[in-house]
C-alpha cells in the first residue's frame, strides 16, 4: 500500500487550477437513457470539458462555469432519475484512480449503499405522495404474557 | 438560496436534493478539493499538516485526539457556513465519509447546538420511508425559503 500512500502524482495546470471542478453523474435505476446517451450529449454539448464514462453513470471535469452549464443540460435528458455530486480529485488522479490501487476507491462503499435506495428516490421525485408510516412498536406484556401462556398450554 | 450543512457530509441524495430546490449543499468534496488543489500537499491521503490539529483547535479541545482535531479542520469550516443542516441517522455501517465515529458525534453536536433549523432523519430501507424523507427535505426546504423571504 506504501506507494499509494507516498505517490506524488505530476500534475497538469489544470489540476492545480482552483476554478476547475468534478462532478459525478449518476444514472438512476430505470432510467430513461443509457451511460452512453449522457455521454454522447455532453459531446454534442460542445463545452471544453473532460468527459468520462464510468459504470454508474460519467464524470466530467472543467470550469465550474461549463461544469454547471453542462449539468443543467444534462439533467433534462431524465430530470428524476440523474443525480449529479461533487468529486474533489479529478477523473483518473493517481492518487484515488482505482487503475493505481488495490481495490475500491475511497467513496465507492457509500456510493454503493445510496444507489440501493436510488430507485426509491426517483419514483418519490416522480410521483410525490404522501405516505404515513407505521412505527414499530414493542409487544405489549400482557399480550406477550398471554401468548406465551397459550403456546405453553398448546404445549401440555 | 440557503447554505445547507448535510450529513454525511458527502451524500449523493441529500446533496442532489438541495440542489434540485436552488440551494448549496455544504458537502466535503469541496473542500477535500480545495485541499488537494494547495501546491503544498501533493500527497493526499496522508495530507493532514501540522496546521490542521491546531486549527481544530477552535471546535474541540487539547484533550481530544488529533484525529478528530484534524478531521475537524476540514468540516468545522462547513458547520461554520450552515445556515441549516439535514442529518441522517441511523445509516449502515460505513456510510459516511469521515471514518471517525467520534469526529461524527462531535459534528452532529455542534450542528445542533447551532442554533439553526436542523432536520433529523432516519436512513431510509424501503419505498415508503424514502418517499416520506423526500416529501420531509422539500417540506424543510421550502420552509426555509418561505422564513428567507421574510427576512429579506
Known sequence: MSQNLT??????????????????IFIGP?????????????????LPLTIKNTCYGSMISGKSEDVYKAIE????????????????????????CRGHRFGPREGFHQMEKEYRILGFVSNALENPKEVEIEEKKPVDVDEFKKIMNECLENKE | MVKIAIYPPNSLILADLLE??????LVLQKQIRQKIKDPEIDSPPMNITEEDPIKGLKYAAIEVPSGVRGRM??????????????????????????????????????LRNKDIPVLELTYPTNQDETYAMVNEINEFVDSLEETDKEEE
Open chain 2, 73 to 110: 479542520a476540514i468540516i468545522g469550516p462547513l458547520i461554520d457556513e450552515a445556515e441549516a443542516a439535514i442529518v441522517v441517522d441511523g445509516a449502515p455501517y460505513g456510510f459516511g465519509c469521515i471514518g471517525c465515529a467520534r469526529t461524527n458525534e462531535l459534528s452532529i453536536f455542534l
Open chain 1, 30 to 46: 430505470g432510467a430513461h437513457v443509457s451511460e452512453q446517451e449522457v455521454v454522447s450529449e455532453f459531446h454534442m454539448l460542445g
Open chain 1, 7 to 24: 505517490m506524488s502524482p505530476d500534475l497538469g495546470t489544470e489540476d492545480w487550477d482552483p476554478d476547475v471542478i468534478t462532478r459525478m
Open chain 2, 20 to 25: 434540485r430546490k436552488g440551494h448549496t449543499p
Open chain 1, 73 to 96: 443540460e444534462i439533467r433534462k435528458l431524465d430530470p428524476n432519475h440523474i443525480f449529479t455530486k461533487e468529486r474533489g480529485f479529478a477523473p483518473g488522479d493517481p492518487r484515488r
